[in-house]
């Protein structure tokens, strides 16, 4: 009995007091010994010189780490020594023996119990400073330990004067808090990012990319997302100097979403905590703010003699006891001013302290006077560098810089000023490459912004200074900086030197007179010498929204001039340089793109049937080669760079020497071709085309060695894969099929899509794995998902989720790694391979990519991994780095197509819509331009309808709104924010009561005469690109991209009848005058059809055209039905018998929009030629053809330099001129 009695009381444990006696000690001495930082189970072994499974059992009941109901006990000894390692006494009451009442084990929180917890931590530091040294400061750090670890503060602001040390104090806590937290993201506020454009990347952090949200999204409902993060897990966020938010605006003391984001972190539950540092106290802050509350703030001061006395021997300082103590008084331990002066005092006093301050050095009140001190100090080529910096905002090499620095100076002058500023401290140096800590830039740019508005101001126009100004020397913005930066530079340098002009001159007509008179003196004054002031002036302008019609820049050096987008009418630039400047591109929708072999070269393919070759580092357009007669879908180039192939709709494949820019051989196919690619011998060529068929040509002789009826539909992609044993393809008919190149069989038939397959891709080798040794392949489809396939077990790998229709584009990045995916909803993903395979949870994005307004149509990587390039529908091509993600450069393309063109109903003009985003009012007597209807955001404006009661026009546009204008002004009335996509259709009832809009997402909307939202009509599930009343305004009929047409009861807003058994897009729906049939055009390939209403049956098919039939038009007597189509021609109809009675020619490209004139005589119609036409149907002719004024219309480039001859071609299509 004895034996069992002494065994069951073998060993203790210890009771809930004994466990909670222990806990508070432990973070007592975390919080004075360890800055607040919890101890790690190895930290706690050291210190209790117990072993880790001894630890486990003390501190959670079991040797697993994980609290049990059931502890283990131990030595009595063992646990007497735990606690006088934390200098406790254990009582009687701390412990139990077994065989007692069971003690109350409490669960520990998961991250006291890790002893790797920083393992799965995640810091992305973004621009947060090395902080390896440091001085001091450990009173604060164990401060703001306790209130983030220990009190649970929600927000914390650090707050102190610029240069006393809050970047790196903060940096440093963030580093010795990680284990504590999940997540850590530092993010700089020096550049005032705009918050709706911060959150969607910090929500896609802290939510593990789980969470993507478009930057479009409302604020408020960005930072309630965010929210929800910080509630989920445990986040930091650190917000650096958010004193650049802080703005004076009349009342305001704060930008407004960053006064919310502050205000809601502050006041709203969760387990998170933002800290911010600022120059002065967030007001939203303090409201909330208090001692014992979960928000609080922390002045910070100046260093104490201990701690600057690190700092003093560090830099090598003397050790007088007074002179640093004169010296630490004078400038206040301001950390910054105190690393300057050690250097001046090194360099100019050998160290002497009190040499230095004999001196009279002065009194130190601002970190500004010390910046004075040291500016003035500067060498002139130190003082050029530090501005410099300034403007560029980001990290920069010695070498980058040299090119630009006018006058012009040697690389080793550059060289010896970068390393003179970083013996001053004035600048920051990390691996080759220098910046400028926060407050010495703003400091810079507030000192450049000053000169140059002074000097710009002042100009004196017969006497300009001999040597050049600062306007001259330096660019306000770099147009070939990466686009974030070119933005950031707009908003704190461009517009400030603006406001400033803007206020001092007042009237815009006296600024743009005395700009004139600028651009007049320089020419005349520095006539050899180049310079910035030409682009400059011209970015002002801009910027200034000055019309720059008549300007004259000749024989100016343009550098840094940003025209994209801009109209220049008249402008002379003869005999300028226009190197290093970027205009309008004649590119309209470009819908492929390939890199050569080298990543030297991009090719595009576009709508118009051009093939353009570019200098990918520059943007230089090299070269356009025309041929094609219709788009282009596809071009590749060859395995060894040499041949460029591209596919058309014009039923050929080009073959282009690239050396030589000239067409090399024409295949012709018997159908359009949708898709090419190259074996990887580059021997063989695989083509795909629009009725099924796969083709495989020998190159070398330009013939067909086989083909197949692969598909029942049209193909959309053909890829070989890596090996070249393999090829894929991806079809209309929603399959995708795996064929062998050597013997044709069909080896794989993937059916798990639903709707069409865009693309296919295989992945790159790189391993002996499926997906390393191209036996991956990725498909896209309609059907909204992107589906990785392992083809050695033809079994589906995952499928990615989140898109709501077209997978246009897809592409592996070299390694293989990687995998981007565009679509309709204006965004670029970009997936980790391996995360996805290994993960057992829903696929996620990485990444995303905001910035196209419309479909994203193409995307490619570079074959050194370096880019990734993506082109939309919004005639925009972007450029991206794979490291960050940011947007380095974007090509702006300009085409002019006429989407819609229509009668009012007078019949005395013609309203129409472009793709310049303006819609325009023409004379149709005298062929004038009456009213341009300037509002919505440049790009296509899809649709325009007449109101014929209230005088009204309704614009449908891709920027997502539809605009309600007054006919006899031109003032915009009103704004529908429709959509989160492209607003395709719009049209007024009958009555004039209601309008109609449809969207790219597939709904219709009804809005009432005073804008509001009447109802949401659901049922086509994508773009819905035509709406029609019918005469009386009883019934509505909507025609969709979802391949089907829908008739709608107005008053109710039911269904009445779906048509849903079509093989191609429908685009256009017409009533008939008397309401009884309805015209679809499409549908059935390159057919009309006409629809007895109430019946809804099929009465008769007008077949003629060659393509797609894009617009259908009744007469208004109802005798004839009129056709537009892609194949470039017009058809006019007898509606009784289905015969063509004529057929207009005369467009040179699609025709979009049909109208007929009121009396029926005459009909106008509108094109992707950029042309109104306007027929007599009495005679078949053309009378008169509207054309809307180029953006280049008439600017001069005589003996322009800079610029390639293609460049130069180009500018001449968008209409400059150039005398020969």
Same mark, same amino acid.
């Given at each position: 009995?004895?034996?069992?009695?002494?065994?069951?009381?073998?060993?203790?444990?210890?009771?809930?007091?004994?466990?909670?006696?222990?806990?508070?000690?432990?973070?007592?001495?975390?919080?004075?010994?360890?800055?607040?930082?919890?101890?790690?189970?190895?930290?706690?072994?050291?210190?209790?010189?117990?072993?880790?499974?001894?630890?486990?059992?003390?501190?959670?009941?079991?040797?697993?780490?994980?609290?049990?109901?059931?502890?283990?006990?131990?030595?009595?000894?063992?646990?007497?020594?735990?606690?006088?390692?934390?200098?406790?006494?254990?009582?009687?009451?701390?412990?139990?023996?077994?065989?007692?009442?069971?003690?109350?084990?409490?669960?520990?929180?998961?991250?006291?119990?890790?002893?790797?917890?920083?393992?799965?931590?995640?810091?992305?530091?973004?621009?947060?400073?090395?902080?390896?040294?440091?001085?001091?400061?450990?009173?604060?750090?164990?401060?703001?330990?306790?209130?983030?670890?220990?009190?649970?503060?929600?927000?914390?602001?650090?707050?102190?004067?610029?240069?006393?040390?809050?970047?790196?104090?903060?940096?440093?806590?963030?580093?010795?808090?990680?284990?504590?937290?999940?997540?850590?993201?530092?993010?700089?506020?020096?550049?005032?990012?705009?918050?709706?454009?911060?959150?969607?990347?910090?929500?896609?952090?802290?939510?593990?990319?789980?969470?993507?949200?478009?930057?479009?999204?409302?604020?408020?409902?960005?930072?309630?997302?965010?929210?929800?993060?910080?509630?989920?897990?445990?986040?930091?966020?650190?917000?650096?100097?958010?004193?650049?938010?802080?703005?004076?605006?009349?009342?305001?003391?704060?930008?407004?979403?960053?006064?919310?984001?502050?205000?809601?972190?502050?006041?709203?539950?969760?387990?998170?905590?933002?800290?911010?540092?600022?120059?002065?106290?967030?007001?939203?802050?303090?409201?909330?703010?208090?001692?014992?509350?979960?928000?609080?703030?922390?002045?910070?001061?100046?260093?104490?003699?201990?701690?600057?006395?690190?700092?003093?021997?560090?830099?090598?300082?003397?050790?007088?006891?007074?002179?640093?103590?004169?010296?630490?008084?004078?400038?206040?331990?301001?950390?910054?001013?105190?690393?300057?002066?050690?250097?001046?005092?090194? =360099?100019?006093?050998?160290?002497?302290?009190?040499?230095?301050?004999?001196?009279?050095?002065?009194?130190?009140?601002?970190?500004?006077?010390?910046?004075?001190?040291?500016?003035?100090?500067?060498?002139?080529?130190?003082?050029?560098?530090?501005?410099?910096?300034?403007?560029?905002?980001?990290?920069?090499?010695?070498? =980058?810089?040299?090119?630009?620095?006018?006058?012009?100076?040697?690389?080793?002058?550059?060289?010896?000023?970068?390393?003179?500023?970083?013996?001053?401290?004035?600048?920051?140096?990390?691996?080759?490459?220098?910046?400028?800590?926060?407050?010495?830039?703003?400091?810079?740019?507030?000192?450049?912004?000053?000169?140059?508005?002074?000097?710009?101001?002042?100009?004196?126009?017969?006497?300009?200074?001999?040597?050049?100004?600062?306007?001259?020397?330096?660019?306000?913005?770099?147009?070939?900086?990466?686009?974030?930066?070119?933005?950031?530079?707009?908003?704190?340098?461009?517009?400030?030197?603006?406001?400033?002009?803007?206020?001092?001159?007042?009237?815009?007509?006296?600024?743009?007179?005395?700009?004139?008179?600028?651009?007049?003196?320089?020419?005349?004054?520095?006539?050899?010498?180049?310079?910035?002031?030409?682009?400059?002036?011209?970015?002002?302008?801009?910027?200034?929204?000055?019309?720059?019609?008549?300007?004259?820049?000749?024989?100016?050096?343009?550098?840094?001039?940003?025209?994209?987008?801009?109209?220049?009418?008249?402008?002379?630039?003869?005999?300028? =340089?226009?190197?290093?400047?970027?205009?309008?591109?004649?590119?309209?929708?470009?819908?492929?793109?390939?890199?050569?072999?080298?990543?030297?070269?991009?090719?595009?393919?576009?709508?118009?049937?051009?093939?353009?070759?570019?200098?990918?580092?520059?943007?230089?357009?090299?070269?356009?080669?025309?041929?094609?007669?219709?788009?282009?879908?596809?071009?590749?180039?060859?395995?060894?760079?040499?041949?460029?192939?591209?596919?058309?709709?014009?039923?050929?494949?080009?073959?282009?020497?690239?050396?030589?820019?000239?067409?090399?051989?024409?295949?012709?196919?018997?159908?359009?071709?949708?898709?090419?690619?190259?074996?990887?011998?580059?021997?063989?060529?695989?083509?795909?085309?629009?009725?099924?068929?796969?083709?495989?040509?020998?190159?070398?002789?330009?013939?067909?060695?086989?083909?197949?009826?692969?598909?029942?539909?049209?193909?959309?992609?053909?890829?070989?894969?890596?090996?070249?044993?393999?090829?894929?393809?991806?079809?209309?008919?929603?399959?995708?099929?795996?064929?062998?190149?050597?013997?044709?069989?069909?080896?794989?038939?993937?059916?798990?899509?639903?709707?069409?397959?865009?693309?296919?891709?295989?992945?790159?080798?790189?391993?002996?794995?499926?997906?390393?040794?191209?036996?991956?392949?990725?498909?896209?489809?309609?059907?909204?998902?992107?589906?990785?396939?392992?083809?050695?077990?033809?079994?589906?790998?995952?499928?990615?989720?989140?898109?709501?229709?077209?997978?246009?584009?897809?592409?592996?990045?070299?390694?293989?790694?990687?995998?981007?995916?565009?679509?309709?909803?204006?965004?670029?993903?970009?997936?980790?391979?391996?995360?996805?395979?290994?993960?057992?949870?829903?696929?996620?994005?990485?990444?995303?990519?905001?910035?196209?307004?419309?479909?994203?149509?193409?995307?490619?990587?570079?074959?050194?991994?370096?880019?990734?390039?993506?082109?939309?529908?919004?005639?925009?091509?972007?450029?991206?780095?794979?490291?960050?993600?940011?947007?380095?450069?974007?090509?702006?393309?300009?085409?002019?197509?006429?989407?819609?063109?229509?009668?009012?109903?007078?019949?005395?003009?013609?309203?129409?819509?472009?793709?310049?985003?303006?819609?325009?009012?023409?004379?149709?007597?005298?062929?004038?331009?009456?009213?341009?209807?300037?509002?919505?955001?440049?790009?296509?404006?899809?649709?325009?309808?007449?109101?014929?009661?209230?005088?009204?026009?309704?614009?449908?546009?891709?920027?997502?709104?539809?605009?309600?204008?007054?006919?006899?002004?031109?003032?915009?009335?009103?704004?529908?924010?429709?959509?989160?996509?492209?607003?395709?259709?719009?049209?007024?009832?009958?009555?004039?009561?209601?309008?109609?809009?449809?969207?790219?997402?597939?709904?219709?909307?009804?809005?009432?005469?005073?804008?509001?939202?009447?109802?949401?009509?659901?049922?086509?599930?994508?773009?819905?690109?035509?709406?029609?009343?019918?005469?009386?305004?009883?019934?509505?009929?909507?025609?969709?991209?979802?391949?089907?047409?829908?008739?709608?009861?107005?008053?109710?807003?039911?269904?009445?009848?779906?048509?849903?058994?079509?093989?191609?897009?429908?685009?256009?729906?017409?009533?008939?005058?008397?309401?009884?049939?309805?015209?679809?055009?499409?549908?059935?390939?390159?057919?009309?059809?006409?629809?007895?209403?109430?019946?809804?049956?099929?009465?008769?098919?007008?077949?003629?055209?060659?393509?797609?039939?894009?617009?259908?038009?009744?007469?208004?007597?109802?005798?004839?039905?009129?056709?537009?189509?892609?194949?470039?021609?017009?058809?006019?109809?007898?509606?009784?018998?289905?015969?063509?009675?004529?057929?207009?020619?005369?467009?040179?490209?699609?025709?979009?929009?049909?109208?007929?004139?009121?009396?029926?005589?005459?009909?106008?119609?509108?094109?992707?030629?950029?042309?109104?036409?306007?027929?007599?149907?009495?005679?078949?002719?053309?009378?008169?053809?509207?054309?809307?004024?180029?953006?280049?219309?008439?600017?001069?480039?005589?003996?322009?330099?800079?610029?390639?001859?293609?460049?130069?071609?180009?500018?001449?299509?968008?209409?400059?001129?150039?005398?020969?």
């Amino acid at each position: 009995m004895a034996a069992r009695k002494n065994s069951r009381r073998r060993g203790v444990i210890l009771t809930a007091t004994g466990y909670q006696k222990l806990q508070t000690a432990r973070l007592e001495r975390e919080l004075t010994a360890n800055f607040g930082v919890r101890y790690t189970n190895e930290e706690l072994s050291n210190l209790t010189k117990l072993s880790l499974m001894t630890l486990a059992k003390i501190f959670t009941g079991a040797p697993d780490g994980i609290a049990t109901t059931k502890p283990i006990p131990v030595d009595k000894q063992t646990i007497d020594l735990c606690f006088s390692a934390f200098n406790l006494t254990l009582d009687r009451a701390d412990y139990l023996y077994p065989d007692e009442s069971a003690p109350i084990v409490p669960v520990v929180e998961p991250a006291i119990l890790s002893s790797h917890s920083d393992c799965r931590s995640t810091f992305d530091r973004g621009e947060a400073p090395d902080v390896s040294i440091f001085y001091g400061r450990a009173g604060e750090l164990a401060r703001l330990a306790q209130w983030i670890n220990i009190d649970r503060c929600r927000l914390v602001a650090i707050l102190g004067m610029g240069g006393i040390g809050k970047t790196t104090l903060v940096t440093k806590l963030a580093q010795q808090l990680q284990p504590e937290f999940t997540t850590i993201v530092w993010r700089s506020l020096r550049n005032a990012p705009v918050l709706t454009d911060l959150l969607p990347e910090l929500i896609e952090i802290f939510s593990n990319k789980a969470e993507i949200v478009s930057p479009a999204i409302d604020l408020s409902a960005q930072i309630t997302r965010l929210l929800e993060c910080f509630r989920q897990q445990r986040c930091l966020l650190i917000l650096d100097n958010a004193e650049a938010v802080i703005q004076n605006r009349d009342d305001e003391r704060i930008d407004p979403g960053y006064a919310e984001l502050f205000g809601r972190i502050g006041a709203s539950p969760h387990q998170s905590c933002l800290l911010v540092t600022s120059r002065e106290k967030p007001v939203a802050m303090i409201p909330l703010e208090g001692a014992q509350l979960a928000v609080r703030s922390l002045v910070l001061s100046g260093l104490t003699a201990s701690d600057s006395d690190l700092l003093f021997d560090a830099k090598g300082l003397s050790r007088s006891l007074v002179g640093r103590a004169r010296l630490l008084s004078l400038y206040s331990g301001n950390p910054l001013a105190l690393n300057i002066v050690s250097t001046s005092i090194c =360099d100019l006093f050998d160290g002497d302290i009190d040499g230095f301050l004999d001196t009279d050095a002065g009194i130190f009140e601002d970190i500004c006077q010390l910046l004075d001190q040291q500016f003035a100090r500067l060498s002139p080529i130190e003082t050029v560098v530090m501005y410099w910096l300034a403007i560029e905002r980001e990290w920069l090499s010695p070498a =980058d810089l040299a090119g630009d620095i006018v006058p012009a100076t040697t690389k080793q002058t550059v060289l010896t000023a970068f390393s003179s500023l970083g013996r001053r401290s004035l600048i920051e140096h990390n691996r080759g490459k220098f910046t400028q800590q926060a407050v010495v830039m703003e400091y810079v740019t507030a000192k450049f912004i000053d000169r140059v508005t002074a000097e710009l101001s002042n100009w004196d126009m017969q006497q300009p200074p001999p040597t050049l100004p600062l306007w001259l020397s330096h660019p306000l913005v770099k147009s070939q900086s990466p686009t974030y930066i070119q933005a950031i530079q707009k908003r704190l340098i461009l517009q400030p030197v603006a406001s400033q002009l803007k206020l001092q001159f007042r009237q815009i007509s006296a600024l743009d007179g005395y700009m004139r008179s600028i651009l007049a003196s320089i020419r005349t004054c520095y006539p050899d010498i180049p310079h910035y002031g030409g682009g400059n002036l011209l970015n002002l302008l801009r910027h200034l929204q000055i019309e720059l019609t008549s300007y004259n820049f000749a024989g100016l050096t343009m550098w840094q001039a940003d025209m994209q987008g801009a109209t220049l009418h008249d402008v002379n630039f003869s005999d300028a =340089d226009l190197s290093k400047s970027l205009f309008t591109n004649t590119f309209g929708w470009v819908w492929a793109i390939d890199f050569s072999p080298d990543s030297q070269l991009a090719a595009t393919g576009e709508t118009s049937g051009d093939i353009r070759l570019w200098q990918v580092g520059s943007g230089e357009l090299l070269h356009k080669s025309s041929g094609h007669t219709s788009w282009v879908w596809a071009v590749r180039f060859s395995p060894d760079g040499r041949v460029l192939a591209s596919a058309s709709q014009d039923g050929t494949i080009r073959l282009w020497d690239v050396r030589a820019n000239r067409l090399m051989r024409v295949l012709q196919a018997s159908r359009p071709v949708l898709s090419l690619d190259f074996h990887p011998d580059g021997q063989l060529l695989a083509t795909s085309d629009d009725a099924g068929a796969m083709s495989i040509w020998d190159i070398a002789s330009g013939t067909i060695e086989s083909t197949c009826a692969a598909h029942l539909q049209q193909v959309f992609s053909v890829r070989f894969s890596p090996d070249g044993r393999l090829i894929a393809t991806g079809s209309d008919d929603n399959t995708v099929k795996i064929w062998d190149v050597a013997t044709g069989d069909l080896c794989g038939r993937l059916t798990e899509h639903t709707r069409q397959v865009w693309t296919v891709r295989f992945s790159p080798v790189r391993g002996a794995s499926p997906e390393e040794n191209g036996q991956l392949l990725a498909t896209g489809s309609s059907d909204g998902t992107i589906k990785l396939w392992d083809l050695t077990t033809v079994a589906i790998v995952a499928t990615l989720p989140g898109y709501p229709d077209w997978m246009m584009s897809i592409d592996f990045s070299p390694d293989g790694r990687l995998l981007a995916t565009g679509n309709s909803t204006n965004d670029v993903k970009i997936w980790e391979i391996d995360r996805i395979r290994a993960n057992d949870a829903p696929p996620t994005a990485i990444a995303t990519l905001h910035g196209h307004t419309s479909l994203v149509s193409l995307l490619k990587f570079s074959p050194d991994g370096k880019l990734l390039v993506t082109g939309g529908v919004d005639r925009s091509i972007r450029w991206w780095s794979t490291t960050t993600w940011q947007e380095l450069s974007r090509w702006v393309g300009y085409t002019n197509r006429i989407q819609s063109a229509i009668f009012t109903p007078d019949g005395t003009q013609i309203v129409s819509s472009s793709q310049d985003g303006i819609v325009r009012v023409w004379d149709v007597r005298t062929g004038d331009l009456v009213r341009s209807l300037r509002g919505h955001d440049p790009g296509l404006i899809l649709m325009v309808a007449y109101n014929p009661h209230s005088g009204s026009i309704a614009s449908a546009s891709e920027d997502r709104t539809v605009k309600i204008w007054d006919a006899a002004t031109g003032d915009l009335v009103r704004t529908l924010a429709a959509d989160r996509q492209a607003v395709w259709s719009v049209k007024f009832s009958p009555d004039g009561k209601l309008l109609a809009s449809g969207c790219g997402e597939g709904r219709v909307r009804f809005w009432t005469e005073t804008g509001e939202l009447a109802a949401t009509l659901l049922g086509h599930s994508r773009v819905v690109r035509s709406i029609v009343f019918s005469p009386e305004g009883q019934l509505m009929a909507t025609a969709s991209f979802d391949l089907s047409w829908r008739l709608w009861d107005v008053k109710t807003r039911e269904l009445i009848h779906a048509q849903t058994d079509y093989s191609n897009l429908i685009w256009d729906l017409a009533f008939s005058p008397n309401g009884r049939f309805l015209a679809v055009g499409a549908g059935v390939a390159n057919v009309a059809q006409l629809w007895d209403v109430p019946a809804c049956q099929l009465v008769r098919e007008f077949a003629g055209h060659t393509q797609d039939i894009l617009a259908i038009e009744f007469s208004p007597d109802g005798r004839y039905l009129a056709t537009g189509s892609a194949d470039r021609t017009i058809k006019i109809w007898e509606v009784e018998t289905g015969t063509v009675l004529q057929t207009l020619i005369g467009h040179l490209d699609r025709v979009n929009s049909l109208s007929y004139s009121p009396d029926g005589r005459i009909i106008v119609s509108g094109s992707d030629d950029e042309t109104i036409k306007v027929w007599d149907l009495a005679t078949g002719e053309c009378q008169r053809a509207y054309t809307a004024p180029a953006p280049y219309l008439s600017m001069n480039i005589s003996g322009v330099t800079g610029l390639s001859a293609a460049a130069i071609d180009s500018l001449k299509m968008l209409g400059a001129i150039c005398a020969s």
